[in-house]
């Protein structure tokens, strides 16, 4: 994240706290120390409960990238049929990425000649809101109800999302928008050891290898490169040592993408959760006054304001969304405010820069409708089917470290953490040849 943004969020965390002492009827002191006390309990209690979810989740997502090939993306999402669209939500939820990379490389797959509802309706949501990470948080914090819906509702917001790119937004739109990717002359490949995305006609370190050009960011990636290892199956890679080199830089990739958007989310849960007087929640959400399709609308749309205003994205935003249902917020409604991580303002300021002005507003309020559309179609069918959970069921309770299954699984997770944390760091010419990787090429 950008220094910008870090203040920004600053200044949401001081309002939150002065909004707190300018509302609560508490003494102020007392509701000082009480909430101060609440909001450290809130914070590391989210982080001990899922912690090993994090650290698996990522293990699996590194593994996946590490393991499988993601060559010729592009080439499978030049249309705007069923296939392409499950092609674009099968590589978006292998690919695992922070939303801002997700971005850049839906940019690139557009570029390249794949077709928007394919690469930004489908890829570009998936990569962010239907990648294992987030799916196993979001058992841990909300429940399985929760990680159902939002696997529902993502199929449903890319369906929209294609819907509105093939039938709502005329062509012109579209192709002005490709030229602009176009004009910008950059296609990104990724760096087939370390996974950052590299600029071929700016870096210095290349290699050719049986006809293809690979790039690299620096020359220690060049010389870690082992293009022999891009034939090996998935079952070699699992069984070598390099594999699970491989597999510990990937996942290393993903938490320096990730860890202060995490971080973030939990902080800024138990700001909410503590400073937050109970009594403005009840105010806010007092029920379906206008009856209740009208009350869920109206709290989706709200849900995904919030969503856009706290400039969290994908992990980070599961945490506050735990507290937000525990607080009031309907059960759509939560999912219409996970779905709009791809709408926070720096984000929509990088779909300015990639496809230009019309094109960024009309993509944000399709994302807008559509996260909104979803949650409330989801919230009526999981009430229909009584799958809704009791908002008291994730509530965060104070941290408790006992002998039970989450000690066992956190001291597991944490030696994982730790091995592939080391193997990252080792050295590859110890092991048995070096990073292998299935990469992209230069067109």
């Known amino acids: 994240m950008e220094r910008t943004e870090y203040a920004i969020l600053v200044s949401i965390a001081l309002a939150t706290v002065g909004f ?121 914090l909300l429940g399985w109800q929760f990680l159902l819906a939002d696997i529902i ?34 296609t990104t490949v990724r760096d087939p050891v370390c996974g950052m995305e590299v600029d071929p006609t700016e870096t210095d370190y290349s290699l050719e290898h049986d006809g ?44 320096g993408m990730l860890w202060d958007e995490i971080a973030i989310g939990f902080v800024f849960a138990g700001l909410i959760a503590g400073f937050v007087p109970e009594q403005v929640w009840t105010s806010v959400f007092s029920g379906p006054v206008f009856g209740v399709p009208v009350y869920i609308f109206w709290t989706a749309a709200v849900g995904a304001l919030i969503g856009v205003a706290t400039f969290v994205c994908s992990v980070g935003n599961v945490p506050f969304g735990a507290v937000l249902f525990s607080n009031g917020l309907p059960f759509g409604s939560v999912l219409s405010y996970i779905y709009a991580d791809l709408i926070v303002p720096p984000i929509v300021d990088a779909y300015r820069e990639y496809y230009g002005t019309t094109f960024a507003a009309v993509l944000s309020l399709m994302i807008f409708v559509s996260a909104v559309l979803t949650g409330v179609v989801v919230h009526f069918v999981f009430l229909g089917l009584g799958l809704i959970p009791d908002p008291s069921s994730v509530r965060v309770a104070e941290v408790q470290i ?36 299935h990469v992209h090429t230069a067109d």
């Not at 390249?112 to 990648?131: D, E, Q, R, Y």
């Open 20 to 140: 707190g002492a300018v509302t609560t009827t508490a003494p102020l002191a007392t509701f000082v120390v009480e909430s101060t006390r609440q909001f450290v309990t809130t914070t590391v209690a989210m982080a001990w409960i899922t912690w090993w979810a994090l650290v698996v989740g990522f293990a699996i997502a590194g593994g996946v990238e590490a393991w499988t090939s993601d060559e010729e993306v592009a080439d499978l999402l030049e249309g705007h049929g069923f296939r392409e669209i499950g092609y674009g939500s099968l590589f978006g939820f292998i690919s695992s990425s922070c939303s801002y990379s997700a971005i850049a490389t839906a940019k690139n797959l557009f570029k390249k000649g794949g077709s928007a509802a394919a690469t930004i309706g489908a890829f570009m949501f998936a990569s962010t809101n239907l990648v294992i990470e987030i799916g196993a948080v979001i058992w841990i």
């Open 153 to 186: 509702g993502g199929f449903m917001l890319i369906g929209l999302m294609a819907f509105g790119f093939v039938f709502l937004v005329p062509d012109e739109i579209v192709d002005r928008a490709r030229e602009n990717v176009l004009e910008d002359g950059s």
């Open 212 to 255: 293809h050009t690979y790039y690299f960011c620096s020359q220690s990636c060049t010389e870690s490169f082992d293009p022999e290892a891009a034939e090996t199956t998935i079952r070699e890679q699992a069984t070598s040592l390099s594999g699970w080199r491989e597999l510990a830089d990937k996942q290393w990739k993903e938490w």
């Open 402 to 437: 006992e002998m039970n299954y989450k000690l066992v699984l956190n001291a597991l997770a944490t030696a994982l953490f730790v091995a592939l944390y080391w193997l990252h760091r080792s050295d590859p010419s110890e092991g048995e040849g070096g990073h292998g990787d």
